[in-house]
């Protein structure tokens, strides 16, 4: 397409529930990346994937969040067991092939956890 | 590991006035540096970047940033501030993996 879609654009859940937020990237792009943004706080990094495999999940704040991607298409962030302290939003970019082209955001899905 | 810090959380100018926003990284060797802007329910859009060269890059809607190895610093200017220039300044590095570290943002508020 011809811009990062994310959906749904607003979720909001109740605590304990699971929730999934998806991303499809430009066509193309072979390199996808999650961030998470607070409220008034920069961009945390969450999971990078390259393909299908992840070289770098390191920012996954627990065991609860997961990462999946298929192929060199959308990717699907996995929150088991939400608590209020994952209400932020979820941003997700892509690129061509290496961070040094500049990403590429969605708009982001706002998840409110009551 | 590399840093970003925006000193300013939030800066107000009027309109038609200079603008100058500050960057300062932490990162062994020459990092890749960034300014991404966000304006209100929007994604972030590339302003400029910085690999190596010449330390004065233009971007688009006017901005330009300068680096300055001696003072680990990227700070991102405008001539003349438009009201539409409204929004959140994110500043960032990439240095030996491939994130980007954000900095915690800088939000512009522009008078008429």
């Known amino acids: 397409g011809a811009g990062v879609s994310q959906s749904p654009s607003n979720k909001v859940t109740e605590k304990g529930k699971d929730v999934e937020l998806r991303c499809d990237p430009i066509?193309?792009?072979?390199?996808l990346y999650w961030y998470r943004q607070r409220l008034g706080q920069g961009l945390e990094f969450l999971i990078y994937?390259?393909?299908?495999?992840?070289?770098?999940k390191s920012g996954l704040p627990s065991d609860r969040f997961s990462a999946e991607r298929t192929g060199e298409s959308v990717s699907t962030l996995t929150i088991q067991r939400t608590q209020q302290e994952d209400s932020a939003v979820y941003l997700c970019?892509?690129?061509?092939?290496?961070?040094?082209?500049?990403?590429?955001f969605g708009s982001g899905t706002r998840l409110t956890v009551v | 590991a590399q840093s970003v810090t925006q000193p300013d959380i939030h800066i107000t100018v009027s309109e038609g006035a200079s603008l100058e926003l500050r960057c300062n990284y932490s990162?062994?060797?020459?990092?890749?540096l960034f300014w991404y802007v966000q304006s209100p329910g929007q994604g972030l859009q590339l302003l400029l970047k910085?690999?190596?060269?010449?330390?004065l890059v233009q971007g688009i809607k006017g901005f330009e940033a300068e680096f300055k190895r001696s003072q680990s610093s990227f700070n991102l200017r405008k001539p003349s501030v438009h009201w539409s220039d409204a929004a959140e300044y994110f500043c960032?590095?990439?240095?030996?993996?491939?994130?980007?570290?954000f900095g915690k943002g800088t939000k512009l508020t522009v008078n008429p």
């Open positions: 970019a892509s690129t061509a092939g290496s961070v040094n082209y500049g990403y590429t």
């Open positions: 960032a590095v990439q240095g030996g993996s491939e994130k980007l570290v």
């Open positions: 990162y062994g060797a020459t990092p890749y």
């Open positions: 994937f390259q393909g299908n495999s992840a070289p770098d």
């Open positions: 910085y690999f190596s060269g010449d330390t």
């Open positions: 066509s193309g792009h072979t390199a």
